[in-house]
């Protein structure tokens, strides 16, 4: 199984401010990886496929990057609503893996 | 739009078989691949396995001795079972549609199994 890693497990930022999230693969997966951000109690919701396609209604401070073993989710300025959990999943091959997720939370 | 909801006992005792449901409203099952995931508390997504509409399945080698996926196109219901459960097997378990592309676009609310004598 392709193994993801997402670093850091925990990323502290101020509203307004730049985050970061990283995501490795254990092997390439050309530029098949999706970004999911879930909230407490609620389902993962897409945010973006093929490594850079934002999914429908996503806002354009989202962005996705990389191709190959990394990848990167940039939220360009957070806001009150950004603050959850994301997840990284190569769409690659099955079984499809996800990474052990990033929890962005206010600084 | 289309909506998934799943369905299914809440408590399972050990060595029996988790049953669950999703039921795809506002659009029709036949098309498309539905997927299950699971999520055990406090922790990630791990992919169980898919079906397309024409019945061809998919499973998680981690799971798939214990895993059936099967597809309804006449109530629009997919369902699970998983057999053999333990303990680890506790999770929120999510329906997902998938295109083909292999992620998930559309999920359901999922429902809490938890698997206790």
């Known amino acids: 199984d392709i193994v993801m890693t997402q670093s850091p497990a925990t990323l502290s930022v101020s509203p307004g401010e730049r985050a970061t999230l990283s995501c490795r693969a254990s092997q390439s997966v050309s530029s098949s990886l999706a970004w999911y951000q879930q909230k407490p109690g609620q389902a993962p919701r897409l945010l973006i496929n093929g490594a850079s396609t934002r999914a429908t209604g996503i806002p354009a401070r989202f962005s996705g990057s990389g191709s190959g073993t990394e990848f990167t989710l940039t939220i360009s300025s957070l806001q009150s609503e950004d603050f959850a959990v994301y997840y990284c999943?190569?769409?690659?091959?099955?079984?499809?893996?996800f990474g052990q997720g990033t929890k962005l939370e206010i600084k | 739009q289309v909506q998934l909801q799943e369905s299914g006992p809440g408590l399972v005792k050990p060595s029996e078989t988790l049953s669950l449901t999703c039921t795809v409203s506002?659009?029709?099952?036949?098309?498309?691949?539905w997927t299950w995931i699971r999520q055990p508390p406090g922790k990630g997504l791990e992919w169980i396995g898919h079906i397309y509409y024409s019945g061809s399945t998919n499973y998680n080698p981690s799971l798939k001795s214990r895993v059936t996926i099967s597809l309804d196109t006449s109530t629009n219901q997919f369902s699970l079972k998983l057999s053999s459960v333990t303990a680890a097997d506790t999770a929120v378990y999510y329906c997902?549609?998938?295109?083909?592309?292999?992620?998930?676009?559309?999920w359901g609310r999922g429902t809490l199994v938890t698997v206790s004598s």
């Open positions: 506002g659009g029709s099952i036949s098309t498309y691949y």
């Open positions: 999943q190569q769409h690659y091959t099955w079984p499809f893996t």
């Open positions: 997902a549609r998938d295109h083909g592309a292999w992620y998930f676009g559309l």
